[in-house]
């Protein structure tokens, strides 16, 4: 599954079923393809040949959203999925879920959910959805000719370029800090993620600033979460958590220069949010989360 998260990817389409609340409303073959390109945090979608369909021709989501993560095989579910959320409720025609339905390291079957308005905007529920059945054509690099496709097609593909460029030349070195977080780590005897302290596999790192990215996810998720009275640093936690796991299965090891980098931005993105307040002190974060990380 590590092979496909994350990773661009054209997707020949040769049927659809489509869901309304939960019962088939159309079906049919088709002749078509969906694109997808990551570049600056997004998964850019371009679908083609699917005109007459209630769909939008581009879109895209947010691959390091809390909930955009590697779904595993197990109990009532029967394949391996991937799932990207928007981090919005999308609209009638702009899919806010995509769950790529995997077998044997090969996308059988690509998901888009389209949002019920009425139901949770934390947990939201899809009100119609799309099943695209075919088969993975590339997968990591795409060709020349998928390529010529997304750009003579989509505007947003010419935008993820200028993102692409300008975080190319954005990005800062990042520099370890012997602190008593790297203390917590080296005596912890239990490490999960294999935090690593030392200078050498901590050097040669930089980091895009992802506070805007951040914000935006932020602001949605800690409203509801106070509504309902949940613990705001349990919920500060397990958002970093989701972005730490995420390097360490890329990985099979995490940088703390990376976790130190994520917390920065993570705190600088709560500063922008009408809960500031109530995260005064940055070490408090630090904290949590570092314990969380070397304690059962």
Not at 63 to 84: C, D, K, P, W
Not at 171 to 199: G, R, W
Not at 272 to 284: M, N, Q, S, V
Request: hydrophobic residues 35%; proline residues 2%; aromatic residues 12%.
């Amino acid at each position: 599954m590590e092979r496909i998260f994350k990773k661009d990817f054209k997707f020949s389409v040769e049927s659809y079923e489509e869901y309304q609340n939960q019962e088939l409303i159309s079906s049919g073959n088709l002749d078509a393809a969906i694109y997808c390109r990551i570049i600056g945090g997004k998964a850019h979608i371009l679908i083609t040949g699917m005109k007459d369909l209630d769909i939008d021709r581009q879109f895209s989501f947010d691959v390091n959203h809390l909930f955009s993560r590697i779904l595993e095989a197990g109990g009532m579910v029967t394949s391996s999925r991937i799932q990207y959320v928007s981090g919005s409720l999308g609209t009638d025609t702009e899919p806010y879920i995509c769950i790529l339905s995997c077998r044997f390291e090969q996308i059988v079957t690509v998901r888009f959910g389209f949002a019920d308005f009425n139901a949770s905007k934390v947990f939201p529920m899809a009100k119609r959805i799309y099943d695209f059945s075919g088969d993975m054509e590339e997968l990591g690099g795409l060709s020349e000719e998928s390529i010529e496709v997304l750009e003579e097609n989509g505007e947003v593909f010419e935008e993820s370029k200028n993102i692409q460029e300008v975080q190319s030349t954005s990005q800062s070195p990042l520099n370890l800090y012997n602190d008593k977080f790297c203390v917590m780590v080296d005596k912890a005897d239990y490490n999960p993620f294999n935090i690593v302290t030392d200078e050498q596999m901590n050097e040669g790192y930089t980091w895009s600033s992802m506070i805007d990215s951040y914000e935006k996810d932020l602001k949605e998720i800690l409203s509801p979460c106070i509504q309902n009275g949940m613990n705001l640093e349990s919920v500060i936690s397990a958002y970093i958590f989701n972005h730490v796991e995420t390097i360490f299965n890329s990985k099979g090891f995490v940088p703390k220069v990376l976790i130190d980098a994520i917390i920065n931005d993570v705190y600088s993105a709560i500063q922008r949010t009408p809960y500031a307040g109530l995260f005064k002190d940055i070490e408090i974060i630090k904290y949590d989360v570092y314990y969380n990380f070397t304690n059962r």
